[in-house]
Structures are given as structure tokens and as C-alpha cells.
């Protein structure tokens, strides 16, 4: 999850901040194997943005490296601006021992800067035994290896309700033909197909969907281009998604309030809508909404459905969000901790509690404690190399992460004006260019 895009994160209570001020830092000297206590006096501090159950959970991980190694870990909330609570902690030469950003881009921000520590030969060896080279690279700038993806969110999927689908008599569609003359048959049946939200601060979900339509038609080479600004927003692909996403987006009738409702609705309502007050049939959201879900009287498994999120294209759309795991001090904790964050067992304790996925090799199916979770770390192995990071969040963040500028704001356009295909594509450009440029 991202900075404000709350990609991964479905917690957004305020949890406790933990100051850390003091609390940081290794007091160990060379680099020691971890195990039978290796740590033993040594404190890591470890910030992220989890609060709530995200949090509980990654604290058990925590106490599991504690257990290996008799390390202390302490935890500081960042709250959902990383960047923010990061950034006087470096200008005062106090980081955490250990970050977990929310995007890449911010990685590679700080890479630059020199504020993160590049990761010793064993936990890069970890990583390339867990890992494809893909992701590996994803961690990595300026051919330094800095980060691994620790925790992910499954973005290729779309949650339904089923009962609304056996009474229209329609089945999970694999294409975007299909959706679209599914979403007809559900609409004529008595039920708003889509609940669409495309409110100021949780418009991300809009940039979700062109990015697994534009994965699906353009295919992953032509993705990992415009995400490196290599190709411009003004690019016929992009167009081509765009005038498929107004099959739906473009159809007033198919949205839960029409356009005008679409453009005032939070993310965690539209899951809610859906699910708890039962106003629509399907709704875009990654494997976190089985959070929300979870807040309403359907059951995750049986009220709640997923299916893959249709083919556009000749690719099957296969594309995660995630949090990066980086060291931004020197020391045996610090590395010692990202190397267990890269290992199957921190994965395998992770996967056991639930709200969680990750593209580690070793961490087989069947390590994950619900059927959705199997299912989707089914469909992200079978993608194979042409699974791809959420394009927004590889995006300087002023143009894909910051509510009513960049993808968001001209997309949350592009659905209150559907036909400007070209107007919307200049926009995005222009948005870009000045990002990157910057």
C-alpha cells in the first residue's frame, strides 16, 4: 500500500505511535549469524504504517525474529503518510533501524538521497533463492539492492455476490466482453451491477483498474514503459484503455448513483454498499477488502466471491501492490531483521494469521490461513513473469499517489467525462511529465 493510497492497508484507525526517538539503533559491533540468541542486547526499530490488525499481525512476525535471535524489536506507526513521519527523523540523523515503505518510488527516493543502507551479500542471496529476478529489481537502484516485498495486495480480481449472479443467471466472467454483457444481464435482472468509487481521496482504485485493463491489452513491455515514462500518456494503448474502461464507467445505469455518486464515494463504502446494504452486485477492490467484508454480515467465501479480473487483452492481468522492507541504518539488527523478512519462515508466520500475501517462492499455497488467499497466490504463481507492480506506485509519487493531482484526479475526470478520451490522455501527459521532470 501506498502513502495515502491505502493499497495494502484496511486498517486506518489511528494506532498507538510508538516514539522512537532514543529507542533505535544497533549496539552490536561485526556481523554475526543470527540464531541461538546472536542478537541478544541488540534493539531494532522497525516503522511502518499497520495499525489495528494489520499491526497485530506484523508484530507477531516480529516476536518470531525476537524468538530466532534474542533480538528487541520496537514498533513506530508511521501513520498512512510514510514520507512524512520519516522525513524529520532523517533530517534529524535518527531513522528507524528498519522502514516499510509503501511504494517503490519513495524507495528510489530515498536511495538516491543515500538515506537507505544497501543489503549484505546474505540477504541478497535470500532474496535470490525466494524471489524472482523481477521483484529483486523492484528492491533495487542504481544496481544496489536496497528493499524486498515483504507484504502484497492482490490486485487482479473483482468481488461479487454470487446469489445476485445465480438469480440473473450469469457466470463469472473471464473477459471484458463478458463484463460488460454480464453487468447488462444483472442490471435488467433488478440489481445496479457496479458500486464505483471514485471519491477525491480514494480515487487509487480508478488507476487500479486502467493499469489491469492496460496490462491486459497492452501486454507487460509496453506496462513497464509507461510506467518508466518512456512511452507518453498520449500513446494510442492508453487511449484504448481508456475508451474500454467507458464501457462501463461511461454507463450511468451500471453504477450504484450514477457518475455523480461515483465521484463522491470512499473506497471503504463501496465495499460496505455492496456487501452490507446489498445496493450492487460487484465492486473493484484488492484481497484487503476482505476486511471490509468482514465488517458487514457477509461471509468472505460464501456471500463474497471473488473472480479474476477480466481479460481485456491477450494477458491475463496479474498485478500487486506492496510494502517494501529497507534498512536505514548500518548493523547486524538491522540486516539480520531484512534477512528474515525475506526468508519463508517470516512468510509462512504471516500467512498463517490471515491479511496477507506475498510473491515469495517459498511460501507455498497452502501455507495461508483462507481459500481466497490460496486462490489468489494460485493465480499470482501461474502469472508467472508477467505479473507487474502496481504502475501508479512505480510513478513519481506527485503524479500517482497524491489525492487531486496526477492518474487520480485526471481519471476521477475521465469518469465525469468519459468521452474526452484524448482531452483526459493530454492531461495525463502533461501531469506526467512534470512529475517526472521534477
Request: overall charge neutral; glycine content about 12%.
Amino acid at each position: 500500500m501506498r502513502v495515502s493510497r491505502r493499497v495494502l492497508s484496511t486498517a486506518v484507525a489511528a494506532g498507538l505511535l510508538v516514539t522512537a526517538a532514543g529507542c533505535g539503533g544497533d549496539d552490536g559491533g561485526g556481523e554475526a549469524p543470527a540464531g541461538g540468541g546472536a542478537l541478544k542486547g541488540t534493539t531494532v526499530e522497525v516503522a511502518a504504517k499497520w495499525t489495528g490488525p494489520e499491526e497485530k499481525n506484523f508484530r507477531e512476525v516480529l516476536k518470531a525474529f525476537e524468538k530466532k535471535t534474542g533480538a528487541t524489536v520496537k514498533y513506530a506507526s508511521t501513520g498512512e503518510n510514510t514520507d512524512a513521519f520519516l522525513g524529520p527523523r532523517l533530517q534529524a540523523n535518527q531513522p528507524p533501524d528498519v522502514a516499510i515503505l509503501p511504494q517503490p518510488g519513495l524507495m528510489r527516493q530515498y536511495a538516491e538521497k543515500g538515506s537507505l543502507k544497501p543489503l549484505g551479500a546474505d540477504v541478497t542471496q535470500t532474496i535470490d533463492q525466494n524471489f524472482s529476478p523481477y521483484w529483486k529489481d523492484l528492491g533495487s537502484a542504481d544496481g544496489k539492492t536496497y528493499g524486498v516485498l515483504i507484504k502484497a495486495a492482490y490486485k487482479s480480481i473483482m468481488w461479487y455476490r454470487p446469489q445476485v449472479f445465480s438469480d440473473a443467471g450469469v457466470q463469472p466472467p473471464a473477459t471484458w466482453a463478458d463484463l460488460v454483457k454480464a453487468a447488462g444481464t444483472v442490471r435488467d435482472s433488478g440489481t445496479t451491477p457496479f458500486v464505483l468509487a471514485a471519491g477525491p481521496q480514494d480515487s487509487w482504485t480508478l488507476t487500479d483498474w486502467f493499469e489491469n485493463v492496460y496490462l491486459s491489452q497492452a501486454g507487460p513491455e509496453k506496462y513497464d514503459q509507461l510506467a518508466e515514462h518512456k512511452i507518453k500518456w498520449t500513446d494510442p494503448s492508453v487511449g484504448q484503455a481508456l475508451e474500454t474502461l467507458a464501457q462501463i464507467w461511461g454507463k450511468p445505469d451500471l453504477i450504484a448513483g450514477g457518475t455523480s455518486q461515483a465521484t463522491k464515494t470512499k473506497f471503504d463504502a463501496s465495499v460496505t454498499e455492496v456487501f452490507g446494504q446489498q445496493k450492487a452486485a460487484m465492486v473493484y477492490g484488492g484481497d484487503f477488502a476482505a476486511a471490509n467484508i468482514n465488517t458487514t454480515k457477509s461471509k468472505v467465501g460464501t456471500d463474497a466471491k471473488v473472480f479474476a479480473f477480466p481479460k481485456a487483452g491477450n494477458t491475463a492481468p496479474a498485478m500487486l501492490g506492496g510494502d517494501i522492507a529497507v534498512a536505514m541504518k548500518d548493523g547486524k539488527g538491522a540486516q539480520e531483521l531484512m534477512k528474515f523478512l525475506a526468508s519463508p519462515e517470516a512468510g509462512k508466520t504471516w500467512a498463517g494469521l490471515g491479511g496477507y500475501l506475498s510473491p515469495n517462492k517459498g511460501v507455498a499455497p497452502d501455507a495461508y490461513a483462507d481459500p481466497v488467499a490460496k486462490q489468489l497466490i494460485a493465480q499470482l504463481q501461474a502469472a508467472g513473469d508477467a505479473a507487474r507492480y502496481d504502475l501508479s506506485d512505480l510513478t513519481p509519487a506527485a503524479f500517482g499517489a497524491t489525492p487531486g493531482e496526477g492518474m487520480w484526479e485526471a481519471l476521477r475526470g475521465f469518469v465525469q467525462n468519459p468521452s474526452d478520451v484524448k482531452g483526459t490522455q493530454a492531461k495525463l501527459e502533461a501531469e506526467a511529465a512534470k512529475a517526472y521532470k521534477g
